[in-house]
């Protein structure tokens, strides 16, 4: 391991300095009366360093051991100390050769230690530099410490920047080289370079902004400068605002001025002060400035000087009222935003605590808005919720508050309400506001909502519960059609915790084994024979008991169960008809009802599997529809049709008569059957309007040579009618409710 020193080839590296006191002892032991020894040697040669040295040593032999092992241990404390320090250490001789260095001058330079003590120091000195620092160089050796910046060149040929620390070495009154300690400089060079073209920056950027810089002498009251942007900020000439120190205060808004002169005294107390007021130039225009003070105090700690800048704000604090606008009101119509509506109800509720009287909450929703958005596109939707938005405003008194909740939803607080009347008065006056025809680019639109109420303090207490109970109401009203208002109440809350119940409950109760098919006949009226028979979804809950399809179809369609519920439907029905059909009993079909959401969803390979699993031939599955559905969405529906007519399947349309009842499509779709609803077949009997539309379906079926079913047949009477005109495919409760399969095939099958 090298030492840092340059040695004589295969010596001992600290042997220049221990060798003579070893040979010394060992061969020229002269010993004296007092026990004392001397001798004479030569220090090896080191360059500028030869001479000869005569060491008398009056000690006995074993305390010159003693001392010379003392020397050996105090230069390793040195030696270790010298190389171990994180600084470039290094000493040069008066040829400028190194002979010391340590590790740290190694790794800065990148030479190893050996290399550095065969170099002299001017080849790794930057030619630029090398000039001024040989001259350095021989300042040292003419006695003088030096400090000097340099770059060294590494040698990997990148260039460091250093700063020497040196001193002359000087040994025996003689100056013999140098000695010093580099520090690499580099990073703080590059960083105080950054930082100077930053402040470079700076001041360019401050030169050409509009910032208004100032100093005022607080012993002489007088500003000591004032920089040209005063004019532009405060609109008067700078040697006026300079010549007068109060000038300043006169221009602060009135509505300012107080808060300004009381933030003063903090100066004072050696606080900076961040003011943002308004001002008001001479021609009466009105700024917001920004100013910062500094107070700069003596020794004393008296004031002698404020420092300060202010700078134009205006557009800033106008952006931020803006933003501040935009915050609590709908950017479209301008109208108060859910945020703000809440707190605007919160003070009505409070006030109604201390009147005694009511606070209503109106939640509206446009009834077909989403047809028209998206059919007519997004200008005409904004164009159309602006219209409503005025037309609501309208309709609200003093103190009340129209609100747009997002997307078509709106909602309205009205204030120090004394009755239910005066509500409902109100909803109705909404109503009939929205209902106004809307003309837009040559268009005319007639618009309906659907509006909940609720009403503080007859239900709901707090603006949570109000907003929650007028979402609900407003569901309830939407489902009793178009146009309609719906006030919460106790009953409606329960009838909405069943629903949620029931929603939860749901995802359940396939897994549980809560649903069941049940089959009801189709019969040939005539000959009593069974046709068919169509598979019926029934829900048992396990605490609430049977739920009736009223109630689960909706609640399954709401949730998106009705796509899962409707594929076990369709396979348990496919299921029991094969094993019928094994057994032998009679080869008949089974008809099962499917959703638009099951059309809409990947629909075709549900059937193709279901078949293929089950065994059973398409001609014995008949997939009933509504009409509704099937024009509701006839784009879509129409290549699907024309997939399961492919497979085999029959298809036939349910409910008809109760949409649209067109020819067009029952020719497009190439039907089965028809079913005529039972609204049609209950009075039958009584009203021969009725009649006149059965026997008008009956005649068109047999024209196009579809087949008719009735639905909900009850009564020997609706039988006589059905077959007098020319109906023998009947349904009903007068031939069997829906059975289980185990009664179907008990009643039918043995």
Known sequence: MSWGVRAQAGSDPLSWITAPFVDLVSRSRLNHSRGSYAGEFAVPGRGSLERCRIIRNSQTPRESRNMMNDVRQQFEVFQSLFQNNPEACYAIGTDGQFFLVNRAAAELTGYSQEELLSMAFMPIIAEKDLQRVIAHFHRILAGRHEVIDLSLKHKNGSFLELRITAAPLIVNGKVEGAIGVASNMTENKRLGEELSASRNQLQTIFDNLDILSWAFDVSQQRYIHVSSAVEKIYGIPRELYASHPDYWRKQIHPEDSQRVDEAQPLLLKGQKLLLEHRIVHPDGTVKWVESHTIPIFDESRSLIRLEGVATDVTLRKEAEERLQHLAYHDALTGLPNRLLFTAKLDAAIARSRGTGNKTAVLYLDLDRFKYINDSLGHDIGDQLLQVIATRLQACAGAGDVVSRQGGDEFAIVLANVRSQEQIRLSAEKVLAAVHQPVKLFHLEFMVTTSIGISVFPDYGTDTATLLKQADQAMYVAKEKGKGHYQFFSQKLDETLARKMFLEQSLHHALKGDELLLHYQPIVDAESGELLGYEALLRWIHPTLGYV??????????????????????????????????????????????????????????????????????????????????????????????????????????????????????????????????QSFVRDIEKDTNQEAIIKAVVAMADSLRIGVVAEGVETDEQIRFLRALGCRRMQGYFFSKPLPAEQMEALYFR
């Open 548 to 677: 009736s399809p009223a109630e689960l179809i909706p609640i399954a369609e709401e949730t998106g169960l009705i796509v899962p519920i409707g594929e076990w439907v369709l396979k348990s029905a496919c299921l029991q008809t094969k094993l019928w059909q094994s057994r032998g009993f009679p080869n008949i079909g089974v008809s099962v009802n499917i959703s638009a959401l099951q059309l809409m969803e990947n629909f075709i390979p549900v059937v193709e599997k279901t078949l293929q699993q089950t065994g059973l031939a398409p001609g014995s599955l008949t997939l009933e529809i509504t009409e509704s559905t099937a024009m509701q969405n006839l784009t879509d529906i129409l290549p699907k049709i024309e997939q399961l007519k492919t497979l085999g399947v029959k298809l036939s349309i349910d409910d008809f008569g109760t949409g649209y009842s067109s020819l067009s499509y029952l020719k497009k779709f190439q039907i089965h059957a028809l079913k005529i609803d």
